[in-house]
């Protein structure tokens, strides 16, 4: 069966990784606009859950990535200058272009063709040349573009801008910092991925953006003034930028994931949101459906894609809907500003209800027994 999978991010390279360990049989040419060592963006977080899918789906794949992590099972949330850690589940921080190299290295010996520096505009010719086309080509999607009236995505512009940043600042908790500016509230997300590198998101409301001045800054004088406002947190250490600013995520809905012999997979099918850090997860989850279905169903392409979906939605509906709850709790923030820090990291902590009361008292008793006596206490559920 030759399969064409477009685009060479985390979805697209494990499910090469993935069909062709299952079998020979397919043959796979896997199609990359950038360099095999380029990509945006620094590092990014998995938490707990996704390294327990990693280890079972692939783990000598897992094992891999584990030696490349920085680890770590806490969480920091600053609010009115003050820190509160959490205990949480083991998470690990990873550089993007490593996570992507290891995936590299995984396919090359198993004879998936992977072609870098290779922009694929028309899908038509494929969808003739291949038994099935993957759309693993990220948010801006070429393959689910094309067919637009097929999948019929919705794609909706977010309110908050977000710019992504590394740093050399190593921070030893998962952090999330809120700070209160003359300008409106500023938020910071930052993490370790190397031991030498941390990955710094910045994000404000676009009233807090405008009044900062952030539309008429340079991407330096941009730099600089996130700098400043969070120097308390960088210990002087400057932000370092990619091509990136500032930019508004889009969340993308595709009620049909597949059609004929074209199925999307990843953040070409559907998006999470970058406050829920789980794209990766998400888009590597959805490669290890799609192959377990080729286990199941072996080239019943029809049924393969069926069961794709059956088996996935659930799971990619939990993921969006946390992502939305996220979204909610941080556009609803000036509602809780009065909140004193604990009870303040619970209602964050609880936003999307991923993590409940009973999860946290199993990784941090002290932290749920400070929420119990904060002077201030709001419902379990946030
Ligand atoms: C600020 C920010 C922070 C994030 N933090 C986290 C985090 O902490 N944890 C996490 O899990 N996720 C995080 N994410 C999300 C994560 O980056 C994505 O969800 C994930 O990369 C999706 O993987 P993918 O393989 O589906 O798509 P991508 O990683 O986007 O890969 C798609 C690939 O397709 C290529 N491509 C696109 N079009 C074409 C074409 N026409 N021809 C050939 N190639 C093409 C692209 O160059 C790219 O390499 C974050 C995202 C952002 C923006």
Redesign the pocket.
Known sequence: MKIAI????????FLAKLLRRQSERFEIDV????AADA???F????LGS?LKFLKAADEALYEDVLKISSKGDTMMVAHKGEQVVIGVDESV?IE?IRL?NLLQDHCRPLGINMTFE????NIDTFKEDYDLVVG????????RNAYSDKFQSKVTPQKNK?A?YATEKVFDHMSLIFEQTEYGMMIA?A?AYRQDRG?F?VECDPETWDRAGFPDMSNGETREFCEEIFSDYLDGHPLMSGE?TW?T?NIVRTPNWHFENVVL?????R??H?SI????????R?ADILSRAFEEHRDDLDAVLATYKKNRLAGSDFFQKAAVQSIAWYESIDSKLHFDPVTFAFSYMSRTGAIDYERLRKTDMDFVRAFEAAPSPISIQG
């Open positions: 477009v685009g060479a991010g985390p979805s697209g390279l199609f990359e606009q950038n990509t945006y963006g590092g990014i977080g998995l996704s921080g993007r992507l290779h922009r694929i505009e693993a080509d990220g948010v801006n999607s070429v393959v977000f992504w997300h993490y990955g998101v990136l930019f995520p997979i990843g953040d070409a099918l998006t999470v970058p850090g789980s794209g990766t997860r998400v888009g590597m959805d």
